[in-house]
C-alpha cells in the first residue's frame, strides 16, 4: 500500500527543493532564477512531502482572474505541476490537487485552468480538455499588403504606452470567455519594461487602436522567423494596418510566427488558410465553487431558462448535489433541491458545458451526463450559453 504523504504550503527553505524537483520533471536549468527562490504575491505553492520529510510533489496556484461576458472571475489556474519519479503512480499528485482545489475554495476561486502535459490524471481529478492554443506559421509574403491609411498613425512603441496597451487588451478580452483579466497583483510591475524586442502601435487620432508585440528572432535567410507575441485590434482599419506593417518584414523574416484569437479583428485579416501548426497546447477547466462559478459570470441577456440536475464532484466534495441553474437577465444562479433528477452531470461534464465546448448530447455520449431514455438532455445546454472559451496566455 503506498505509504501517504503530507501536503503543505511550500515555505522559503522549500524552494530550493521545488526547483529541483522541477528541473527533473521539465529539463530546467540546474540554477534556479532568482523569482523560483522567493515566495511572490498572487500565487501559493503546494509541496507534497514522504514519511521522512522528502519533497515529492508540488503544485502551484495561480491567483488569476479570467474575463467571462464581460465579469471578471476568480481563478485557481494550476502550474509547475511535478512528482519525484520514485513517487509517480502512487497518488501524490492527487493528494497535491485535492490540497490545491480545498485551499483555492477557501479563498473564494470559483474555476479552474491548467495546460497539462498528459491528460489523464486531470481528468481523474476533474479537469476536462476544453480548448487549445495554439501557434501558426503563416509565410510573410502571403500577408495581405496594405497602403498605409492617412487616417492611422503606426509608430514604435514605449514603455509609456504600456497602460494604453493594457486598457486595449481589455476591451478585447472582457466580452470573452476565459480571457485572462491581466490584472491583480501576479501582472503588477513596479519597473514594467518592454515585452520581446519590439512594440508596434496603430493610432488614430492619438487614440491606440491596435498593437503588436514581437520577437525578431536571429538571422534574415529563409529559416528567419518573427514571433508575434500578440496583435489586437479594436477596429477593421486598425488590423489591417496592422497586418500591413507585419508584413513589411517578409524580406527578412519570411515566416511570421503567432497565436490567432477566433473570430477578432486581426485574424480577420490574416490568411489563416495557408497557416500551418507549429504548436498546439491543451488547455483543461474545471470548476473550483460550482456557485461561484455560475454567480460570478456574466451570461447572454437574451438567455432565460432553468434546469435541475445532479453533480459529482469526487475530489470537491462541496460542488456534489442537486442544483436548479436559473438565467434571466444576464444574471444566473445554483440553488440546492431536493429530490432526484434526471439529468445527472460528472463535474467534468459541467466543465465542458460551462466553458461552451461541447453540447449536451455530446457530453452525454461521452458517459459525463446521464439520463433516462425518454429525457431530452440538451436542457443542460444552457450551462453553456455564452460560447466558447479561449485562452490566449500559457502559464
Known amino acids: 500500500m503506498p505509504e501517504p504523504v503530507h501536503v503543505r504550503e511550500l515555505a522559503t527553505d522549500d524552494l530550493d527543493a521545488a526547483w529541483e524537483l522541477g528541473r527533473f520533471a521539465f529539463g530546467s536549468d540546474p540554477q534556479p532564477p532568482a523569482h523560483a527562490t522567493v515566495t511572490p504575491a498572487g500565487l501559493t505553492r503546494y509541496g507534497a512531502f514522504d514519511g521522512s520529510g522528502r519533497l515529492v510533489g508540488k503544485a502551484v496556484d495561480l491567483h488569476h482572474d479570467q474575463w467571462w461576458s464581460g465579469r471578471a472571475v476568480s481563478a485557481a489556474d494550476v502550474a509547475g505541476v511535478a512528482v519525484a519519479p520514485e513517487a509517480r503512480g502512487r497518488g501524490v499528485g492527487r493528494a497535491l490537487l485535492t490540497a490545491l482545489l480545498r485551499g483555492a475554495h477557501e479563498r473564494q476561486a470559483a474555476i479552474s485552468a491548467l495546460y497539462p502535459t498528459i491528460a489523464a490524471p486531470y481528468r481523474a481529478c476533474g479537469w476536462e480538455a476544453a480548448g487549445v492554443l495554439r501557434t501558426v506559421d503563416l509565410a510573410t509574403a502571403a500577408l495581405p499588403r496594405h497602403r ?45 519594461t518592454l515585452p520581446g524586442d519590439g512594440l508596434t502601435l496603430v493610432e488614430a487620432d492619438g487614440e491606440l487602436v491596435g498593437y503588436a508585440t514581437w520577437q525578431r528572432g536571429r538571422g534574415y535567410g529563409a529559416d528567419s522567423v518573427l514571433t508575434v507575441d500578440e496583435a489586437l485590434a479594436v477596429t477593421p482599419e486598425a488590423a489591417r494596418e496592422l497586418v500591413g506593417v507585419l508584413a513589411s518584414w517578409a524580406s527578412v523574416a519570411p515566416t511570421l510566427r503567432l497565436c490567432p484569437l477566433d473570430g477578432d479583428a486581426v485574424s480577420t485579416v490574416l490568411p489563416l488558410e495557408a497557416a500551418r501548426d507549429h504548436e498546439r497546447d491543451l488547455w ?37 448535489g442537486t442544483w436548479r441553474l436559473s438565467v434571466a437577465d444576464g444574471d444566473a444562479e445554483l440553488t440546492r433541491v431536493s429530490g432526484d433528477t434526471d439529468l445527472r452531470l460528472d463535474v467534468r461534464g ?32 444552457l450551462l453553456g450559453a455564452g460560447g466558447p472559451a479561449q485562452l490566449l496566455d500559457y502559464f
Open 148 to 192: 498605409p491609411s492617412p487616417e492611422l498613425a503606426a509608430r514604435a512603441g514605449t514603455t509609456a504606452d504600456l497602460p494604453a496597451v493594457a486598457d486595449l487588451y481589455e476591451r478585447v478580452a472582457r466580452h470573452r470567455n476565459g480571457m485572462l483579466t491581466r490584472r491583480g497583483e501576479r501582472f503588477e510591475m513596479p519597473d514594467p
Open 350 to 381: 459541467f466543465a465542458l458545458l460551462y466553458a461552451g465546448a461541447a453540447r449536451a448530447r455530446s457530453v452525454a455520449q461521452a458517459g459525463l451526463l446521464h439520463h433516462g431514455p425518454t429525457v431530452d438532455p440538451a436542457a443542460l445546454d
Open 284 to 320: 483543461m477547466h474545471r470548476p473550483v465553487d460550482v456557485t461561484r462559478a455560475v454567480a460570478a459570470r456574466g451570461w447572454p441577456a437574451h438567455t432565460r431558462g432553468t434546469v435541475d440536475f445532479g453533480l459529482t464532484d469526487t475530489l470537491a466534495d462541496w460542488n456534489t
